[in-house]
C-alpha cells in the first residue's frame, strides 16, 4: 500500500473497530484528568430514584454511562454508536443493566431522536467531526428530543478561532485530494472555536449555555 493510501481518511466505524480494544486505555492517557471529566459529564444530571430518560449519542464504550448510573440509577438509557466494536465492550461491561439500557447500532446523523422524549441528551467527544450545517441539522433534532426543561449535556475538545479555520481548510482538502463523499461518515476532526459553537447553539433556540468544566481544549457545557 502506497503512503497516498495509507493516509486516506477511514470511515468512522472502521476507525473505532479497529481501535475499540485500546480505547479506553488511550482516552485515560490523552483526557486530562480523565476521571474527573468523566464524571463531571453527570454533574448537571439530578440525583435521583426516579426512571428518567436519557439519549446518549456516540456513546462508545459508555465511558459517560458509570457517572451517569450514579447520579440516576433508574436512569433509561438510549445508546447510539455506529461502531460495533465500541458498542460490544459496552454490552460487556454494563451487563448488569441491560434491562435499563436500549442500545442501537447506527449514525446518529440519520437516526430519528423523536419529539419530547428525554430529560437529557448527551455527547461526549463525538461532535468535533461535523461541519456547522450538519452540527446543526443534529442539534436540532436533540432540541426537538428534549422534554420541556430537558438539557443537552456536551462534553468536546474546542480551539482556537484561527485554528478552527487551519482545520476546516486541512478537512476540505482531504475531502479533496481522496473525493470522499458526505454520505460516508470519515474520521477527521473540525472541532469548533467556543465562539463559533455559541452562535450555533442560539441558533437552535438553547438559550442557556453553561460551561461546568474547561481544563485546556476540553470543555463540558450544558444547554438548555
Ligand atoms: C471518541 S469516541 C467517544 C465515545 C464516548 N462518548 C466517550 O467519550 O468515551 C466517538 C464515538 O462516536 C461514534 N460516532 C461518530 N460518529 C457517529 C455517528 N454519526 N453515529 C453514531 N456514532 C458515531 C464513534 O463510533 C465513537 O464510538
Not at 70 to 96: F, H, Q, V, W
Request: glycine residues 6%; hydrophobic residues 35%.
Amino acid at each position: 500500500m502506497s503512503n497516498e493510501t495509507s493516509n486516506k481518511p477511514e470511515e468512522m466505524a472502521s476507525f473505532f473497530n479497529k481501535r475499540a480494544n485500546g480505547y479506553e486505555e488511550h482516552m485515560k492517557e490523552t483526557v486530562e484528568s480523565f476521571d474527573k471529566y468523566y464524571i463531571s459529564v453527570s454533574n448537571s444530571i439530578d440525583n435521583t430514584q426516579d426512571v428518567i430518560e436519557i439519549l446518549d449519542i456516540g456513546c462508545g464504550t459508555g465511558l459517560e454511562i458509570e457517572g451517569i448510573l450514579k447520579k440516576a440509577p433508574n436512569a433509561r438509557i438510549t445508546c447510539i454508536d455506529m461502531s460495533e466494536g465500541m458498542l460490544d465492550l459496552l454490552k460487556e461491561k454494563y451487563k448488569g443493566y441491560m434491562n435499563q439500557l436500549n442500545i442501537i447500532t447506527g449514525s446518529y446523523v440519520e437516526l430519528p431522536f423523536g419529539e419530547e422524549n428525554y430529560d437529557y441528551v448527551v455527547s461526549v467527544m463525538t461532535m468535533h467531526h461535523w461541519k456547522y450545517n450538519e452540527k446543526k441539522e443534529i442539534y436540532i433534532k436533540i432540541k426537538n428530543a428534549l422534554k420541556n426543561g430537558g438539557k443537552y449535556i456536551e462534553g468536546d475538545y474546542y480551539v482556537a478561532l484561527e485554528r478552527e479555520r487551519e482545520l476546516l481548510d486541512e478537512y476540505h482538502k482531504e475531502i479533496n485530494k481522496y473525493k470522499l463523499s458526505r454520505e460516508n461518515f470519515y474520521h477527521l476532526d473540525i472541532p469548533f472555536a467556543i465562539e463559533t459553537q455559541k452562535r450555533l447553539f442560539n441558533e437552535v433556540g438553547f438559550n442557556q449555555f453553561e460551561i461546568v468544566w474547561k481544563i485546556e481544549e476540553q470543555i463540558i457545557c450544558v444547554m438548555e
